[in-house]
């Protein structure tokens, strides 16, 4: 399926909502920590997907984190609230460890990612929520 999907632009997978919950419960039982649908989903797939590349052990999975949630900025705001973190895969990773691992990116998104701060300082400086449609485009 993976290769035939290479020639396809698109590809539809589903998950019923019992087994995105019996993924998460069973990943997180393993993991011994609270874990979201999509870090278990996402840990998944990438799980999934590291078993048919070429070369595995250098398999880096790039996961979209929108921080936006998160602060008190508006979603209609642009900005570097949305980025990819990179969670490192190998052929012998567990998926309840690379849903870990998604996790704790995420988690630590506003320490690991200086964006973040660069943005809230660019913020304050010019004037703060209050004023952020002055300087932000929304889109």
Known sequence: MLFQARKKSFIKLYFSP??????KQSFAQKANQALSTNDALCAHLCSWISRFEEN??????????N?????????QALGNFVETVQIPT??????YQIAQAIRNAVDTFAVQHLNYFATCDYIEQKGGLRKISRFVNNC
């Open 56 to 65: 595995p052990l250098k398999r880096k999975n790039a996961i979209a984190v």
């Open 90 to 95: 190998s052929p012998t990773s567990e998926r």
């Open 18 to 23: 019992d087994k995105l919950r019996r993924m």
């Open 67 to 75: 921080y936006r949630n998160k602060t008190a900025i508006d979603n």
